[in-house]
């Protein structure tokens, strides 16, 4: 399979959970000290590495677009959520996130780096999954570090603490429309910390979303609007097996 982003051999699969989030989170795991995995159909098996290729997607990437690439996009997302789950309280109350704290004198920049982490982590979704949306404005967004338009990020706190540490995807909710999707959205759930990534081609669909952020990603410690979309008759991508 070529890489999705630039067309050479594909080499790797991403993690689809960030491998500095699943140790910064779990703390160290082994064979002897798993982490357990589930899907719809199986749960509780037994992982015990982060390099782990259940992790990981089934869409391939390239060495160099893993590295060179999309190394700083990948940089900017761990410290965001590092900065994030330190701070979950602050995010709770609704309180404003100064990310000029986060990221010291290069925040529009970090901020866009986050924003093309997630339009990576999509891309590989996208692919893996056959969903029906063009994937080039993907791939040119990550090659040449300009935002993908269509595509909106919101952080915000689960709404209850979970009883059981948990990291993971939920599966890609879709308007489809001729065979296309023109709207489609997906969270990357970390502990209290929950990123809902949002791809919007359409305008009536902007009013939902214009009380979420984007391109530029921003902190939405409130629930937003796009959640009432999620809804039955949508079209669901990638529920694991
Ligand atoms: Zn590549």
């Not at 609007?225 to 039955?232: N, Y």
């Amino acid at each position: 399979m070529d890489c999705w982003i630039c067309g050479a051999e594909g080499t790797t699969g991403e993690h689809l959970v960030k491998a500095s989030d699943l140790r910064s989170f779990f703390g160290k795991f082994s064979q002897k000290s798993p982490l357990y995995f589930h899907t719809k159909g199986k749960r509780n098996i037994p992982v015990g590495s982060p390099r782990s290729d259940r992790f990981k997607s089934k869409a391939k990437i390239c060495k160099t677009c893993n590295s060179a690439t999309t190394q700083p996009y990948d940089e900017a997302w761990e410290r965001l959520s590092a900065y994030l789950r330190e701070n979950i309280s602050q995010l709770r109350r609704n309180d404003r996130i100064d990310l000029s704290r986060v990221f010291p004198g290069a925040t529009r920049k970090s901020l866009l780096h986050v924003h093309l982490y997630f339009v990576k982590l999509f891309g590989c979704l996208i692919v893996e999954h056959c969903i029906p949306i063009d994937i080039s404005p993907f791939a040119i967004a990550l090659r040449t570090g300009i935002p993908h338009k269509n595509i909106y990020l919101a952080f915000g706190p689960q709404l209850e603490h979970p009883k059981r540490k948990f990291a993971g995807l939920t599966p890609v909710d879709a308007v489809d429309r001729d065979g296309v999707s023109v709207f489609a959205t997906w969270c990357y759930i970390l502990g209290d910390i929950v990123v809902d990534v949002i791809y919007s081609a359409e305008k009536q669909y902007m009013q939902v979303v214009s009380v979420v952020i984007g391109p530029m990603p921003q902190i939405a410690p409130k629930k937003h609007a796009a959640l009432r979309m999620w809804q039955s008759g949508m079209r669901c991508y990638g529920r694991p097996e």
